[in-house]
């Protein structure tokens, strides 16, 4: 149950994918202007990677290592994710079509969102196990979505401050991010050991 | 390299098929009418009817809330069609004949602001930064955009030139068949 806890907030504050690995920046930038939209693309980015990371364990300790296929890893795990990303969408489609406006064209590109197949990668270099996979990939996009979130909110309120005319709309952006990667560093003192 | 081969294949496949299944499983029922009437609507998204593109304006039109008349680039013809498609009645003589026009810029006065470039949906504006821009008349579609956003009123619509090229016998009677 400890070490459950520990890879969860492991992976979801102290190594967190947007802010420490510097992955998945692009929807970090992109969908974090309305807290709503970020909730939604938390969601989907939660689901999409969890299940690509369940899914990737099993090809890697199924198909690729017993056929001694490892080379082939990076596209059969984009394969995977790209299809796990056109169930998610068909899934939200469905679900909320109000959602799946607001997303739009980030939908889809989940697909080439580096965190999912980062997190995918770092399974398989780390040697998880089945279970540790899923908490993996879960604690990943628990840390993702949250950040998201905050990211949001913030620049929600970015938004009607008064910001010098150089620094307006996304130079604003980046800085708010930088300092948050900074906030983040703080929780390297509490890692496993 | 067989084994490689073959497992991708068979991948790629059993990924395929189950994402064949859950389209099926997870369809989304689209009103028909609504794809027939986005045909029928210039597609250049520019928004003056009041939404944010032809298929959101479409989806209006089947759902009643827009009026047949409500596309001012498509003018009589298109709401004739989209009214037929419909089966309305609707009073095309509210809907003044419009000649069909094209932006046209006034060279002396443009300042090059790149306004009307950023603002034009077909990409019918050429020019760049502190340069004059001018139109492509054969690409613009007429919807006005680039006259709102122009500081210098650099920008007016004129209806398209007569030339021996476009110049054709009027028709004796409109009829709205499409």
Known sequence: MQEILLLLIGTALVNNVVLVKFLGLCPFMGTSNKVDTAIGMGMATTFVMTLSSVLAWGIETFLLVPLDLAFLRTITFILVIAAVVQFTEMVVRKISPALYQTLGVYLPLITTNCAILGVALLNVQEGHTFVQSLLYGFGSAAGFTLILVIFAGLRERVALAEVPAAFEGAPIGFIVAGLLSLAFMGFAGISAK | ?178
């Open chain 2, 1 to 178: 390299m067989l084994a490689a081969v073959g497992s991708l294949a068979v991948l790629g496949a059993t990924l395929g098929t189950l994402l064949g299944i859950a389209a099926r499983y997870l369809r989304v029922d689209e009103n028909p009418l609504e794809a027939e009437i986005e045909a029928l609507l210039p597609g250049s998204q520019c928004g003056q009817c009041g939404y944010a593109g032809c298929k959101q304006a479409a989806s209006a039109l089947v759902s009643g809330e827009a009026k047949p008349t409500m596309c001012p680039p498509g003018g009589r013809e298109t709401a004739a069609a989209i009214a037929a498609k419909l089966g309305v009645t609707v009073d095309l003589s509210g809907a003044e004949e419009m000649e069909p026009e094209i932006a046209f810029i006034n060279e002396d006065i443009c300042i090059g602001c790149m306004r009307c470039f950023q603002e034009c949906t077909t990409d019918a504006i050429v020019g760049a930064p502190k340069q004059m821009h001018t139109v492509i008349g054969e690409v613009c579609h007429g919807c006005g955009k680039c006259v709102e956003v122009c500081p210098t009123e650099a920008v007016e619509m004129r209806p398209v030139p007569v030339t021996l090229a476009s110049w054709h016998w009027h028709k004796p009677v409109s009829r709205m068949v499409h």
